[in-house]
């Protein structure tokens, strides 16, 4: 078996910024490239490219132990030696997400994430004020509270010690370290995409992810690809399987806007110019505009 | 003469600590408050011993292809290393050795994981069928619940417990050939949200561990029974919750008519399946497995949402008698149900 076949990519973003988007692109990307070709892709049946790197049951898998018993001290600097060996993830399943950042407070400067055998991450940011919008839709969160959890440098999903579940502790910190933390790392290559690009100029952005992650790279069946997967299409897959799984109980549905720029139309100037001077640095250096203070 | 009694003396000073669980009899050097102490105090030559032990003196292994960084195994061996924590090392289902990572550990910090997943990996190295799975009693009849961790096994357990039925082992049940389910560790493991949604004082609670928001239900606020008992049905807990039209999520159960499928679910709940094929030991685990799918039934049970509605719902039904809660799902459903059990 070549590396290739034995190797496994990362999916990496902070929540809300187009990861499910994407996988749901390779999946049906595979699909259509493959030669048995069912009707239609069932979100619900087909979308799994991949463990979350975060799942409890793998990582008590890897670790021999039930993590309930550790500490997310203790579990932090211990995760990225999960899954170090490169037969750890079954065949097809190659494309694992992740929305921690690459190190977390507690991991002692080592990565959550195994690098070992890992071919490479793609990166997916979105402009934080859009974010934001999406973010309020998924966790019933009001927006003023969405500003401030990505201007949190603790910030973290299921960061809960009073209760279980069946994710780890996944550590965020701001978006701009958050960022930082995927696309300065050295450990593994990384393609950075930006939601924007993947929206304005689909058929170029995907067809640069295919060819990062040496998926069939044939510009029609990543337009078509493209096609299947556009918001429209997704928000009538969802309707016809009666609600995505990954979709909150809170949340009408998981498929919403994908727009951008609603950030803009949505947020006060206040949280828009808190945003700015918060994330400035690297929202300049990836091209986002925000609202400088009077 | 003489010296078999020096020897046996010796013995007795080092392991001070003498335990019944899984039927085996089992001597430790360090107390074990999980475990149901021995009924003899007898020194048994065939008896598992625990014991710390410098790991720099275990001998070399070479591990597997099952291994992972942090678990070191080849058949009769298994190896832990838990950073801050300590080493551990199961050998032959014979002994079970530890070493603190320093003087920092706990002997609460080491014995979380020697009466889980230590004694585990002895006792499929042993050939038993260890299955994830927390067991209680009523009425001479035991029931097993088997799930994931925080699948809300615990939870259940101390509803049930509070309802008079007693706990027989948690976290992992081991069951016989016979069809007994063992005695096993003794305490149910509470997250602060569910202790204080179940009345518990958690302030009185002992900690699983420190640093964790987690307490431990030990005897006597745990009632326990600490003999063999047949096992009569069991449960595997199912996180896809069905609402009712009121929107209400209530307690029922299927039962899963296909043996292979029974099968299935009781693989993927065995104890840590890796440990299993890392011991050579998997044929084995499927000819238990299957035996006692003819034996015992196997039904999912899908419980509602919150503690309260779950102390509720468990008022209304009897888990000895299945039936009385059974719900016919669309044949859709099923079909998804098995259709995810068979998946590898």
């Known amino acids: ?294 | 003469m003489s010296s078999q009694l020096g020897g046996l003396m010796s013995e007795l000073t080092k392991y001070q600590h003498n335990y019944g669980a899984f039927g085996l009899n089992i001597l430790s050097d360090m107390l074990l408050p999980e475990l149901p102490v021995h009924a003899s105090t007898d020194l048994n030559p065939a008896a598992v011993r625990i014991m710390a032990s410098s790991h720099e003196g275990w001998p070399s292994l070479v591990a597997n292809e099952h291994s992972t960084p942090l678990l070191q195994m080849a058949a009769g061996d298994w190896r832990l290393e838990l950073e801050g924590i300590g080493w551990f090392r199961a050998h032959a289902g014979e002994t079970l050795s530890y070493e603190r990572w320093d003087d920092s550990v706990s002997d609460r910090d080491l014995r979380t994981f020697l009466v889980t997943s230590g004694l585990a990996a002895l006792l499929i190295q042993r050939g038993a069928l260890v299955l994830q799975g927390t067991t209680l009693v009523r009425d001479g009849q035991a029931v097993m619940l088997l799930g994931t961790p925080a699948s809300g096994k615990s939870t259940l357990a101390c509803c049930l417990q509070q309802d008079g039925w007693q706990l027989l082992s948690s976290e992992l049940s081991v069951v016989s050939e016979q069809g007994l389910v063992w005695p096993g560790p003794q305490q149910l493991k509470l997250w602060h949200d569910s202790a204080a949604a179940l009345g518990l004082d958690w302030a009185q609670l002992p900690l699983v561990r420190r640093g964790l928001k987690r307490y431990a239900l030990l005897p006597p606020d745990a009632n326990v029974i600490s003999q063999p008992v047949p096992l009569a049905l069991i449960y595997s807990i199912s996180g896809a919750k069905r609402e009712t039209e009121a929107g209400e999520c209530e307690i029922e159960t299927r039962r899963i008519e296909r043996q292979a499928v029974a099968l299935l679910m009781l693989r993927n709940n065995a104890y840590q399946p890796r440990v299993y094929r890392a011991m050579n030991q998997e044929a084995n685990l499927f000819l238990q497995a299957s035996a006692l799918t003819r034996r015992v039934q196997s039904h999912r049970l899908t419980l509602p949402d919150g503690v309260k509605r779950m102390q509720e719902a468990l008022e209304k039904v009897d888990l000895l008698a299945p039936g009385s809660l059974e719900a016919k799902p669309p044949a859709e459903l099923e079909a998804s149900a098995e259709a995810k059990e068979e998946a590898p």
């Open chain 1, 1 to 294: 078996m070549s590396t290739q076949d034995s190797g496994y990519w990362y999916l990496a973003s902070y929540p809300k910024s187009g990861n499910t988007w994407c996988r749901v692109f390779i999946t049906e990307l595979q699909r259509l490239a493959g030669e048995e070709t069912p009707d239609e892709l069932n979100l619900n049946q087909d979308v799994e490219t991949g463990a979350i790197a975060s799942s409890r049951l793998w990582l008590d898998d890897q670790l021999g132990i039930n993590s309930c018993d550790l500490s997310f001290a203790e579990l932090d600097p211990l995760r990225g030696r999960a899954g170090e060996s490169a037969w750890l993830f079954a065949e097809g399943e190659r494309f694992h997400k992740v929305h921690d950042a690459f190190q977390s407070l507690d991991s002692r400067g080592r990565p959550v994430v195994s690098t070992t055998g890992c071919l490479g991450v793609v990166y997916i940011l979105r402009h934080p004020e859009d974010v934001a919008v999406s973010l309020s839709h998924f966790f019933s969160w009001p927006l003023q509270r969405c500003v401030n959890f990505l201007l949190d440098p603790s910030a973290a999903l299921v960061p809960s010690e009073w209760h279980g579940g069946h994710q780890v502790r996944q550590h965020m910190g701001r978006w701009d370290q958050h960022v930082r933390s995927w696309t300065d790392q050295q450990q593994l290559p990384v393609l950075v995409m930006r939601y924007e690009d993947m929206l304005a100029k689909g058929p170029e952005t995907f067809l640069t992810l295919t060819q990062f992650l040496r998926l069939p790279d044939d510009p029609s069946l990543v337009n078509q690809a493209l096609r299947n997967t556009s918001i429209e299409t997704l928000q009538k897959l969802e309707d016809q399987v009666g609600g995505f799984a990954e979709k909150p109980k809170g949340a009408e549905r998981f498929f919403r806007s994908g727009r951008s720029g609603e950030g803009a139309q949505q947020l006060t100037l206040e949280q828009r110019q808190r945003l700015a001077e918060g994330l400035q640095e690297v929202m300049r250096r990836f091209d986002y505009e925000g609202v400088d203070k009077a």
